[in-house]
């Protein structure tokens, strides 16, 4: 008999869709390069999984393909390993070394199969690990297409949502939680109007992932006493896998006027960096909201070592302000000084005149 028990936070899986859902990059060597048809394309579901299995117990999970071409396509599972690729939750997928006996824990029925078009097809996925495992495995499963055609090169890049990431944790005696900040930072020191966004970067010294997850808080006073905004961190539960360094990014925007995304027929335009083109907005509903002097944003987050939630905390500060909107203000409140004072003699001889005649 078997035991399994899978993680309750499902938002860990919002992360990894963006991970998945773009492009495997595989490094591939000599004699099983594999190449991808640009007509081939291929939808896999789930995109991960984020599984806890005891060692010495298995478990079998699911996994479906839709083959969004025209023809049909004949599919071999593949398994590889992925691990951490830059700090922006991408992943790097490579083929697992020859000494790993990990990748003969996981078996695929069927191990290959035939993909119709347009059909959900499944295949079981079984993982039985030995006594022996501990700490954590990072499998990439992949539905690789049998294309007739041979490539010249070592690598490739398979296109669009066709693989599946798995990580397993063995919940070992062996594991150890620890993270830290490593840095806490906003984009600018000084902003004309908002957003201001803030990075967050966390290194995981443990040897097992783990998911912090906290907020940001910001604030006219250094003890907080006054809390203008709460910002989420990490709300989609994105893993940081272990001995690698992770960003994440928040932003506060809600402020008056701001910059936003400039958009034609509700779509984003781009410049030609591929970058968002921010325009400013005002709303004039919201003019209570405008920012101005300097800002403290402090950042609490959390994370569980396997006995307790440990806290970290950091502090930047910043400053808001308008210049444009000080530099029309302080033009405006000159121009009425200077017309009362070269106009005051008028003002007084009309004032005189009335006086007079009463």
Not at 132 to 156: E, H, I, K, M, W
Not at 334 to 340: D, E, G, K, P, S
Request: no cysteine.
């Amino acid at each position: 008999m078997s035991t399994i028990k899978i993680m309750p936070n499902l938002q860990r899986l919002k992360w990894w869709l963006g991970l998945t859902i773009t492009t495997l990059v595989m490094v591939i060597t000599p004699g099983v390069a594999r190449a991808v048809d640009p007509g081939i394309r291929l939808t896999s579901s789930p995109v991960s999984m984020d599984l806890v299995v005891q060692p010495g117990t298995n478990t079998t999970r699911t996994l479906q393909l839709m083959n969004n071409g025209t023809s049909p396509v004949k599919i071999t599972m593949h398994l590889d390993e992925f691990s951490a690729k830059g700090v922006n939750g991408q992943a790097i997928i490579t083929q697992p070394a020859t000494n790993d006996p990990s990748p003969k824990w996981v078996s695929f029925s069927p191990a290959s199969f035939m993909a119709q078009p347009s059909v959900w097809e499944s295949v079981k996925m079984t993982i039985s690990l030995p006594k022996n495992a501990q700490l954590g495995y990072y499998y990439a499963v992949v539905f690789s297409p049998d294309v007739t055609a041979a490539p010249t090169t070592r690598a490739n890049i398979i296109k669009g949502s066709n693989g599946v990431l798995v990580l397993v944790d063995t919940q070992s005696g062996n594991e150890k939680r620890a993270a830290d900040i490593a840095s806490f930072s906003v984009s600018k020191k000084v902003y004309e109007y908002l957003p201001a966004t803030f990075t967050v970067s966390i290194h995981n010294s443990g040897n097992i992932y783990l998911a912090p997850f906290g907020n940001i808080y910001i604030s006219h006073n250094a003890n907080l006493t006054h809390t203008i905004a709460v910002l989420n961190v990490n709300p989609n539960g994105g893993n940081v896998l272990p001995q690698s360094n992770r960003d994440f990014s928040a932003t506060w925007g809600d402020g008056f006027p701001s910059f936003q995304n400039k958009t034609i027929d509700g779509q984003v335009v781009h410049d030609k960096a591929g970058q968002p083109v921010q325009q400013l907005h005002w709303n004039f509903a919201e003019t209570k909201k405008l920012r101005f002097g300097k800002y403290y944003a402090k950042l609490t987050l959390l994370y569980n070592n396997g006995k307790r939630t440990i806290p970290m905390t950091s502090t930047v500060s910043f400053w808001v302000i308008p210049w444009k909107l000080l530099s029309a203000a302080i033009i405006i409140v000159v121009a009425v000084v200077v017309a009362i004072w070269f106009g005051r003699k008028r003002i007084i001889r009309a004032v005189r005149v009335l006086v007079g005649k009463e």
